[in-house]
């Protein structure tokens, strides 16, 4: 019995100043996302996502650039009408959108490969 009596003893001592059921779970947790790499496949996946967000926003860049480059050759061809009022229209159209186009050009952007 007093085996018992001590047993209990120390584990009551145990309970009240060894580490908490939190602090356990915790360390549980923490090996356990070591032993699965989480923090790796975190990264690895939030780096995967930023590559695929910059080739698709490059996509997106050369179709608005080939769309632009389009319309340009189409104003283009709107110019050879004689109508001169139309022709200068045309033309100041395509001197604000040349604008455009070098402000875009300027921009620094990163390359993403």
Same mark, same amino acid.
């Given at each position: 019995m007093?085996?018992?009596?001590?047993?209990?003893?120390? !584990?009551?001592?145990?309970?009240?100043?060894g580490?908490?059921?939190?602090?356990r779970?915790?360390?549980? !947790?923490?090996?356990?996302?070591e032993?699965?790499?989480?923090?790796?496949?975190?990264?690895?996946?939030?780096?995967?996502?930023?590559?695929?967000?910059?080739?698709?926003?490059?996509?997106?860049?050369?179709?608005?650039?080939?769309?632009?480059?389009?319309y340009?050759?189409h104003?283009?061809?709107?110019?050879?009408n004689?109508?001169?009022?139309?022709?200068?229209?045309?033309?100041?159209?395509?001197?604000?959108?040349?604008?455009?186009?070098?402000?875009?050009?300027?921009?620094?952007?990163?390359?993403?490969?």
């Amino acid at each position: 019995m007093g085996i018992g009596l001590i047993a209990a003893a120390a !584990m009551i001592g145990w309970s009240l100043f060894g580490e908490s059921w939190q602090r356990r779970v915790a360390k549980k !947790m923490v090996s356990h996302f070591e032993e699965q790499q989480v923090l790796n496949k975190f990264l690895q996946g939030v780096d995967e996502y930023w590559q695929d967000t910059g080739k698709a926003f490059d996509k997106g860049a050369d179709a608005v650039e080939k769309s632009f480059q389009d319309y340009i050759q189409h104003l283009r061809e709107l110019c050879l009408n004689d109508d001169k009022a139309s022709r200068e229209y045309i033309e100041y159209i395509l001197s604000v959108l040349r604008e455009l186009a070098n402000f875009f050009t300027a921009i620094p952007w990163k390359n993403h490969t």
